[in-house]
């Protein structure tokens, strides 16, 4: 193989499986990160220009975080987590579908609760989208639901754009 060439990528699945692969592309890898941070900044101009109280939790704010440590440490994720006060959940709804997001309350399979979750768009995957944590509510039956309720904030900062916070259990 000359410079340049490329090895073909062989994944195993299912014959049953019909799975059709895109051309790989650093510009489509590129352009999905992106798509992420811009999913954040809007969501959080959305609920800062209506005033509803929230902080970006989850993976995005240890994303944050880790970029001011360690850029080549930060690792991607497809969704964003924003913690609110249930009380403060209509005004959410209303500034996140005035910004075009789509509000749907979702359940989980096995799962006896629901979530709440704003989509980009009608073609929009849950997976994707901005996740709704409520503050001072259990989330999973776990040391990670014990964090949630009983926070201890090792660190919160307004950022240029969005409010984030990391929390140890």
């Excluded at 193989?1 to 299912?14: A, E, I, K, N, T």
């Excluded at 489509?28 to 800062?48: Q, T």
């Excluded at 980009?120 to 999973?140: C, I, M, N, Q, W």
């Excluded at 926070?151 to 929390?167: D, K, Q, V, Y």
């Amino acid at each position: 193989m000359g410079q340049g060439d490329c090895f073909p990528l062989v994944l195993g699945y299912s014959s049953s499986l019909s799975l059709e692969l895109q051309p790989v592309s650093f510009e489509r890898m590129s352009a999905a990160v992106v798509k992420i941070h811009e999913r954040l900044l809007l969501a959080a101009k959305c609920l800062e220009e209506a005033g509803v109280a929230y902080a970006v939790v989850g993976e995005s704010a240890v994303a944050a975080w880790v970029s001011r440590v360690d850029e080549a440490a930060v690792r991607n994720t497809r969704d964003v987590d924003i913690l609110i006060r249930r009380e403060d959940l209509s005004a959410a709804i209303a500034a996140m579908e005035a910004g075009g997001f789509i509000h749907r309350r979702i359940s989980s399979l096995g799962q006896a609760s629901h979530m709440d979750v704003f989509l980009d768009g009608p073609d929009a995957k849950a997976r994707d989208a901005v996740h709704v944590v409520f503050a001072s509510e259990r989330v999973k039956d776990d040391a990670l639901a014990e964090a949630l309720i009983r926070p201890r904030a090792r660190s919160r900062e307004i950022s240029g754009s969005f409010h984030w916070m990391l929390w140890s259990a």
